[in-house]
């Protein structure tokens, strides 16, 4: 077993006040994966690190765009790859971030 230890001791990262997390089934899950394009990733990632507790923001659209360098129809794009595989809701201008689907049974 590979013994772990920091590469740089003076940079160690620590939770900082405003956290978000990422489940790891999202980035272990292949349905993500291969449902997501690379937009609907990155405004995902946007969006869990932005949002509440109860999974919530409401970032609007210019924002959005600004922040990933998207077009308005690519941020469409995204929210609507999104919803449709079921990881977020939007009722404008408020997002939620949904808890990850059940696996199913197989």
């Known amino acids: 077993m590979i013994e772990k230890h920091p590469i740089n001791s003076e940079r160690i990262r620590r939770i900082p006040q ?3 997390w990422v489940d790891h089934e999202v980035i272990q899950n292949n349905e993500f994966s291969s449902k997501c394009s690379v937009d609907a990733k990155a405004l995902y990632f946007v969006l869990i690190t932005v949002a509440d ?3 919530l ?3 609007g659209d210019a924002l959005l765009c600004s922040k990933l360098g998207l077009s308005k129809g690519r941020l469409d794009a ?3 790859n999104l919803i449709d595989i079921d990881l977020v809701a939007w009722d404008k201008p408020l997002y939620q ?3 990850l689907p059940l ?4």
């Open 103 to 106: 696996k199913k049974e197989v």
């Open 78 to 80: 995204a929210r609507k």
């Open 18 to 20: 405003g956290f978000g």
């Open 97 to 99: 971030v949904l808890e």
């Open 57 to 59: 923001s409401f970032y």
């Open 53 to 55: 507790q109860d999974g």
